[in-house]
């Protein structure tokens, strides 16, 4: 069974820019979680995608948004980069929002503001 | 309240030993309390998880002890070897918000 994806694995982008970055959960899958971690810095929660909609959202700016797809594979978009932006950005899902079930992680996108 | 303190922030253990990291919690809406493993370059992975209705958790050489009372929770990895080195994450997680609130991690180094 194949894992959560993410795309692409490195990016390059300078201040102002936008990026965005993409998420495939795993087969079933119906919630997927983005996280953002800084180097050195545990993981901080941005936001929670399921069933189409925005279920919830951490303690960062609205320029991160998203959106999850009927396919249920969502994309993160960061506006007007900031330099303190650069980090390996997780996307992780889970089986669905009624049950509560365990998170799997894929490999990141490394995500690079100068 | 949403805070998840874990420690040591690094730990160097021989091979053999017993690694243990520890991680506390202010919440009592948390119910979920999973351990997570990140190798250099790669995407964390669930390595084992436990919930409040039980004090302890075995799997393979991996065990979770909770104290629901004190809201500690640990990681003790039992024989410890090289291909352990790794940073572990604790996290925890409620019913309801879902997202998953994690420490800041531990850097664990095995020598050989």
């Known amino acids: 069974e194949a894992g959560v994806t993410q795309s692409p694995t490195h990016l390059i982008k300078t201040r102002g820019q936008q990026a965005t970055l993409r998420c495939s959960p795993i087969?079933?899958?119906?919630?997927v979680y983005w996280y953002q971690q800084a180097l050195g810095l545990g993981l901080q929660f941005l936001l929670w995608y399921d069933e189409g909609e925005e279920r919830n959202r951490g303690n960062f700016p609205p320029r991160f948004s998203g959106r999850q797809f009927p396919n249920y594979s969502s994309e993160l978009n960061v506006n007007a980069l900031e330099l303190e932006d650069s980090a390996l950005y997780l996307c992780?899902?889970?089986?669905?929002?009624?049950?509560?079930?365990?998170?799997?992680f894929g490999p990141g996108t490394r995500l690079t503001v100068l | 309240q949403q805070q998840v303190k874990q420690s040591p922030q690094s730990l160097i253990v021989q091979k053999g030993g017993i690694s243990i990291i520890n991680c506390a919690y202010e919440?009592?809406?948390?119910?979920?309390f999973p351990w997570y493993q990140q190798f250099p370059g790669k995407g964390p992975a669930l390595l084992i998880a436990?919930?409040?209705?039980?004090s302890e958790k075995k799997e393979g050489r991996f065990t979770i002890s909770f104290n629901k009372s004190a809201k500690q929770f640990s990681l003790h990895i039992m024989d410890s070897q090289p291909g352990d080195s790794a940073t572990y994450f604790c996290a925890a997680g409620g019913t309801g918000r879902r997202a998953l609130t994690f420490g800041s991690g531990t850097r664990l180094q095995v020598q050989p």
């Open positions: 436990i919930r409040p209705d039980v």
């Open positions: 919440n009592t809406a948390f119910d979920y």
């Open positions: 087969s079933g899958h119906t919630s």
């Open positions: 992780a899902s889970s089986a669905g929002r009624r049950v509560y079930n365990e998170q799997f």
